[in-house]
């Protein structure tokens, strides 16, 4: 199998999803700003098309979470794409903490031009963010973060925030925690691959050897070093994702009676492994290489 011969036609819209998009519809009329959540690894693939026309013209800021499982110098790239479409971006691991004053400064910032207005007519102004995103990608996580407490329910499957939350940051800033959304239909079969890669998809619509299969014929094309040292492997170009799967088995003596490759055991540990971070810093998407002399956030380092 090859992955040009796979195929990930995902097509499916679970009632869930159709209600948070109702829920995002009339939510986006109560806020000053959105939040909108990618996934460092694969930021293009994790944005839902169908943000811009739900949003429209409202400010918005775009957090890269999950960054620390990034190449960083990838990350440098996309922010500044997002910059060149006039949104504050900025890189933020959840699950460290990194980044969390920044990530509040862009919040406020963006809500500037209204909090002025209410403050020449004498009120003090209450800024209200939603953040959006697609299941999986850290939304909840990125809010504990941010109020310092597990205030917002998270977990690590995704759609497990069912429905708004409005979660008190400070005086005058609260945020609005909202279901996961995807679309309803995967046109970009490289795209789906990429979020069923990351976890972004429920496992059960899809199998998971078949799943371990492509993502290792993906990493023996695009960074092979760091699934051959995790696997002890030689990610061979010649080899089919079956049988870099199968070595990985005997290498990792992940063997079932008769010495038989217990591939759906294999299955499910390198994707986790891949998930986690532990074949190294991965950016599943190449933007355009950012400039030397740049910090993580694509501004001037000084050097």
Known sequence: MTMEESSLDIQW?????????????????????????????????????????LFGTKPRVVVLNKADLADPEATRAWIRAYRARGWDAISFSANAGKGVKEAVSLVERAA????????????????????????????????NRLRGSAAAKAGNRP????????????????????????????????????????????????????????LLEFLRDRAPEGAKARLKIDMDAEKSGEQLLEEA??????????????????????LDEFRSGKMGRLTL?????????????GRETGD
């Open 13 to 53: 819209y679970p009632g869930h999803m159709a209600k948070a998009r109702r829920m995002l519809a009339e939510s986006v009329k109560l806020v000053d700003v959105v939040i909108e959540m990618v996934d460092a690894r694969a930021p293009a693939s994790t944005r839902n098309p169908d943000f811009d026309d």
């Open 112 to 143: 500037r031009p209204v909090v002025e207005r209410m403050k020449a007519k004498g009120v003090n102004k209450t800024v209200r963010a939603m953040i959006v995103g697609i299941p999986n990608v850290g939304k909840s996580t990125f809010i």
């Open 159 to 214: 759609g497990v925030t069912r429905g708004k939350q409005w979660i008190v940051v400070g005086p005058y800033l609260e945020f609005l925690d909202t279901p996961g959304m995807l679309w309803p239909k995967f046109e970009d079969k490289e795209a789906a691959r990429r979020l069923a890669f990351l976890g972004s998809i429920r496992g059960e619509i899809m199998d998971n050897e078949r799943l371990s299969a492509e």
């Open 249 to 270: 088995c005997r290498r990792r003596g992940w063997l079932l009676p008769g010495a038989r490759p217990d591939t759906e055991r294999a299955s499910a540990l390198i």
């Open 285 to 297: 998407e190449a933007p355009v290489q950012a400039p030397e002399g740049e910090d993580e956030n």
